[in-house]
T-cell receptor, first 115, second 112 residues
Framework: DAMVIQNPRYQVTQFGKPVTLSCSQT?????MYWYQQKSSQAPKLLFHYYDKDFNNEADTPDNFQSRRPNTSFCFLDIRSPGLGDAAMYLCATSRGEATLREPQHFGDGTRLSIL | KQEVTQIPAALSVPEGENLVLNCSFT??????LQWFRQDPGKGLTSLLLIQSSQREQTSGRLNASLDKSSGRSTLYIAASQPGDSATYLC???????????FGSGTRLLVRP
């Protein structure tokens, strides 16, 4: 009964070759988030969607983009991955009501490696 | 700018010990404070969420406290077990933008 599903769990791509990571949810939550987590570091929010409204963090590189075609799915596109983009990418959801009165629900992440 | 710090970065204790993990934050204007558990190579599992108006939350052997005025939260784990071994992260829930600011975590090892 997985609720936030990320595919694939492991992704290897070549330097500069576009890559897409996917996230789906069965919770029907309004908000979906993408975080980047490097080894032994804090997860860092890249962007989030409230329904179809996209919110980009100020320091998220232009190389990173996202799409949310419907409530259930959200994609992270990395246009030209560099070695510094190797990390765990975490997708999370929340209901989005009553301003942060409930926890975010995370998937198991996709570990991205760059050759 | 909110900064969240967790000390120590790593902790090793024998099974059965009660322990406290610490989290500090620089901006007391938070909506809530959340504690998560992360197993190696996995995502985050929510453990406890304390609203800004609350002082503590309890779930089983876990108790989290919040002192906004001092910018501190603690996670108390009673009677630790080897299965508690994981990285524990705290996160400050900021304004209505739904943003969480995470600490780098404390890596806990409970030795049998």
């Amino acid at each position: 009964d997985a609720m936030v599903i990320q595919n694939p769990r492991y992704q290897v791509t070549q330097f500069g070759k576009p890559v897409t990571l996917s996230c789906s949810q069965t919770l029907n939550h309004n908000v979906m988030y993408w975080y980047q987590q490097k080894s032994s570091q804090a997860p860092k929010l890249l962007f989030h969607y409230y329904d179809k409204d996209f919110n980009n963090e100020a320091d998220t590189p232009d190389n990173f983009q996202s799409r949310r075609p419907n409530t259930s799915f959200c994609f992270l596109d990395i246009r030209s991955p560099g070695l510094g983009d190797a990390a765990m990418y975490l997708c999370a959801t929340s209901r989005g009501e009553a301003t942060l009165r409930e926890p975010q629900h995370f998937g198991d992440g996709t570990r991205l490696s760059i050759l | 700018k909110q900064e969240v710090t967790q000390i120590p970065a790593a902790l090793s204790v024998p099974e059965g010990e009660n322990l406290v993990l610490n989290c500090s934050f620089t901006d007391s204007a938070i909506y809530n404070l959340q504690w998560f558990r992360q197993d190696p190579g996995k995502g985050l599992t929510s453990l406890l969420l304390i609203q800004s108006s609350q002082r503590e939350q309890t779930s089983g052997r876990l108790n989290a406290s919040l002192d906004k005025s001092s910018g501190r939260s603690t996670l108390y784990i009673a009677a630790s077990q080897p299965g508690d071994s994981a990285t524990y992260l705290c996160a400050a829930g900021m304004d209505s933008s739904y943003k969480l600011i995470f600490g780098s975590g404390t890596r806990l090892l409970v030795r049998p």
